[in-house]
């Protein structure tokens, strides 16, 4: 970059020089990428969101994590709809699209029959 008596050539060189240098730093670091950063976010289906609320299930962000890796396995598997068991809880979800459906909390998943899953993971 040249900076002539202090000042840079124009305001779109000075800008375009530095927005170009995080793009450069993030290619080249492709060793630092986290499972989120590889694999889409986690998402709800409106359906799972309201039994969340329902059921009064809270997720930490380490839960958030864990299930997100449990679908990174049965993506790995070749599963489509799986059952993700975790801490007392069971999350019926669509790989493909990356979408938690349903959640159950400890009362519901006793005596309970899931249906439409081709796997399972226990993380």
């Not at 050539?9 to 290619?27: D, F, T, V």
């Not at 409106?46 to 864990?66: C, F, M, P």
């Not at 999350?91 to 005596?111: C, D, H, R, Y």
């Amino acid at each position: 970059m040249n900076i002539t008596n202090g000042t840079f050539p124009s305001i779109e060189q000075a800008a375009g020089n530095y927005l170009k240098q995080p793009a450069k730093a993030k290619e080249n670091s492709d060793s630092g990428r986290s499972f989120a950063d590889v694999f889409e976010e986690l998402k709800f289906s409106k359906h799972a969101s309201t039994r969340l609320q329902d059921r009064n299930i809270e997720l930490s962000d380490s839960q958030i994590d864990r299930l997100s890796a449990g679908m990174q396995k049965a993506n790995e598997k070749g599963i489509n709809e799986s059952l993700v068991l975790m801490d007392q809880m069971a999350f019926i979800v669509n790989v493909k699209n990356n979408t938690v459906i349903t959640a159950l909390n400890e009362q519901e998943i006793k005596e309970n029959v899931f249906t439409n899953i081709d796997g399972a993971v226990i993380v």
